[in-house]
């Protein structure tokens, strides 16, 4: 059973968007807190959002705060990541992760590569 899906990576310019997603259909994705983890080549793990189980509440890093939304569609079981005014320093894997974690983050999945050109 596939636990999750993590897409939508690629290469933007400088102050272009990205749109990613995660798709979790090897779990109860409801009832869980969601996240979007980060890491760039040589640098640790870095937490970019998180969303309550219901979709209400979210928080971000300060680095991304401004320029990322984290969205969720329960009836799809899938979360989101919009990605706006993007910097190179946003040029990393990017991962999905679950509240209580089942692995470690930046583990999780295959992970979608997000490259942004200076």
């Known amino acids: 059973q596939v636990q999750l899906v993590e897409s939508g990576g690629g290469l933007a310019q400088p102050g272009g968007s990205l749109s990613l997603s995660c798709v979790a259909p090897?779990?109860?994705?409801?009832?869980?807190?969601m996240e979007w983890y980060r890491q760039a080549p040589g640098k640790e793990c870095e937490l970019v959002a998180s969303?309550?189980?219901?979709?209400?509440?979210?928080t971000y890093a300060d680095s991304v705060k401004g320029r990322f939304t984290i969205s969720r569609d329960n009836a799809k079981n899938t979360l989101y990541l919009q990605l706006n005014s993007l910097k190179p320093e946003d040029t990393a894997e990017y991962y999905c992760?679950?509240?209580?974690?089942?692995?470690?983050?930046?583990?999780w999945g295959q992970g979608t590569q997000v490259t942004v050109s200076s």
């Open positions: 992760n679950r509240l209580p974690a089942r692995a470690p983050p930046c583990s």
């Open positions: 969303i309550s189980s219901t979709g209400t509440s979210t």
């Open positions: 090897g779990f109860t994705f409801s009832i869980y807190v």
